[in-house]
């Protein structure tokens, strides 16, 4: 089994910045590509970026310049920046990992329970 953990969230002002960051432990043989999305209320979950292990990034444009993914492999950790944040980034914000569990074996995506990040105006 593997757990993903997210921390970092809280209450926040307008033009604050957060960092959140996702540990992942357990049964794990090699991570691919690790993320981030959030959902906030009454919306689809949405995308905001993905890192591979070796360091390749994809992000939703909108959120460009404003929020970073980065990534500590050795610590199976995954991270987002977020500067100048805005009322509407307020959202559970969940993590997410491709991961192989033995050599040779299939790779699931597991999913953290989500940290709630608020932003006041």
């Known amino acids: 089994q593997v757990h993903l953990v997210e921390s970092g969230g809280g209450l926040v002002q307008a033009g604050g910045s957060l960092r959140l960051s996702c540990a992942a432990s357990?049964?794990?043989?090699?991570?691919?590509?690790m993320g981030w999305y959030r959902q906030a209320p009454g919306k689809q979950r949405e995308f905001i970026a993905a890192?591979?292990?070796?360091?390749?990034?994809n992000s939703a444009g909108s959120l460009k310049g404003r929020f970073t993914i980065s990534r500590d492999n050795d610590e199976n950790t995954v991270y987002l920046r977020m500067n100048n944040l805005k009322p509407d980034d307020t959202a559970v914000y969940y993590c997410?990992?491709?991961?192989?569990?033995?050599?040779?074996?299939?790779?699931?995506?597991?999913w953290g329970q989500g940290t709630q990040v608020t932003v006041s105006s």
């Open positions: 357990g049964s794990i043989f090699s991570i691919n590509v």
């Open positions: 890192i591979t292990s070796d360091g390749t990034t």
């Open positions: 997410n990992a491709d991961v192989t569990s033995t050599r040779g074996g299939p790779q699931f995506r597991y």
